[in-house]
């Protein structure tokens, strides 16, 4: 169970978050060195590999139980027609994912991954954001701590992906309050909409943020801004933290939910990296302005955790490569 019972609790648990261990990490550096292939022949994949063994605290670690956890909620600005789908729709999807019928389902499947799906009050959208915090105190805590409480202790990859009608906007909203910026600079077309309803969209986010820029951190600013699955999955990236078990990043929503973390505590995210570049918006100059580099690009704008799910083969090989290569010795190749 989640060791929070408000939002100062939540914030004290930012403020003692462990650290990369430094030597598992130096440790997978000497490893690499001496593996048989020429140093750097295998680019971002050595530096995956050094990464993750640093937060596992093992310098030749492996992936065996990645977790990927969906988190469903429904948003009070839907009203005033920001998405091409209808809020209905959640509920329909988080039923699809129950049945095995979506596509995070095929590509958890794929990966080796376990699949949870927690739906936040459906019934019981966020309030609407221009006339007010989408969330009041207890709302956000109990959201943190649904995110904290689903992260599971076993598991050493977590990747956290959402599903919520509407739900760039609040996204589009976060990163601009934190980073600057115009509406515009952040605002996509999400599932599709229409130019009627695009414009819809940037006025909806630029009278939340007027409403709400600094107005406190950046767990202040989800709870005025953001939604239950957006906070779930700041409560799943905090808990993740607290058990070392590293993160893959999923889209642009993820990555705004994240961003919260960052801006309240730096360096909240450096047992993250970002699975994937989608083609939502400014998905690209939120991960430059987090310092995070995508490890792939395949015009995704799904969301349901789909981009970083696709990510976790990409690490699985760095690891193996990683620790189950011989070294030069072990395979009596003459070394540089």
């Known amino acids: 169970m989640a060791v929070f019972s408000d939002l100062d609790g939540f914030r004290a648990q930012l403020a003692s978050m462990p650290q990369v261990d430094?030597?598992?990490?130096?440790?997978?550096?000497?490893r690499d060195a001496q593996l048989t292939k020429p140093p750097g022949a295998l680019g971002d994949l050595e530096t995956l590999a050094q990464w993750y063994a640093g937060w596992r605290g093992d310098a030749r670690p492996r992936i065996g139980t990645p977790q990927i956890i969906v988190f469903a909620g429904n948003h009070g600005v839907a009203a005033q027609g920001v998405s091409a789908f209808p809020p209905e729709v959640t509920a329909q999807m988080v039923a699809n994912f129950e049945q095995g019928g979506a596509a995070i389902n095929q590509l958890a499947r794929a990966a080796g991954a376990s699949l949870d799906v927690h739906a936040l009050e459906l019934d019981r959208p966020t309030l609407d954001f221009t006339q007010g915090p989408a969330l009041s105190k207890a709302d956000l805590t109990t959201a943190l701590a649904a995110g904290w409480d689903a992260v599971r202790v076993d598991a050493d990859l977590l990747v956290a992906g959402e599903m919520g009608i509407g739900n760039t906007t609040p996204a589009a909203a976060l990163a601009c309050a934190l980073f600057g910026g115009t509406a515009g600079d952040w605002t996509g077309r999400g599932t599709g909409v229409d130019d009627a309803a695009f414009d819809i969209k940037m006025r909806v986010v630029a009278e939340g943020v007027a409403?709400?820029?600094?107005?406190?951190?950046?767990?202040?600013?989800?709870?005025?801004?953001?939604?239950r699955e957006l906070a779930a999955i700041v409560g799943a990236i905090t808990r993740a933290r607290h058990l070392r078990i590293p993160v893959i990043l999923d889209g642009f929503i993820c990555t705004a939910a994240a961003a919260c973390l960052e801006q309240t505590v730096s360096g909240a995210l450096d047992h993250?990296?970002?699975?994937?570049?989608?083609?939502?918006?400014?998905?690209?100059?939120?991960?430059?302005?987090?310092?995070?580099?995508?490890?792939?690009?395949?015009?995704?704008?799904?969301?349901?955790a789909s981009g970083g799910a696709l990510a976790i083969?990409?690490?699985?090989?760095?690891?193996?490569?990683?620790?189950?290569?011989?070294?030069?010795?072990e395979a009596g190749v003459s070394g540089a």
């Open 313 to 329: 083969s990409v690490l699985k090989a760095a690891l193996e490569c990683h620790s189950g290569m011989a070294t030069f010795t």
């Open 22 to 30: 430094t030597d598992a990490r130096t440790g997978a550096a000497e």
């Open 272 to 304: 993250c990296v970002a699975g994937h570049l989608s083609i939502e918006g400014a998905h690209g100059r939120l991960l430059a302005a987090l310092d995070k580099t995508p490890m792939l690009s395949f015009g995704l704008r799904l969301g349901e």
């Open 211 to 227: 409403l709400h820029r600094g107005q406190g951190d950046g767990i202040e600013t989800l709870r005025r801004l953001g939604g």
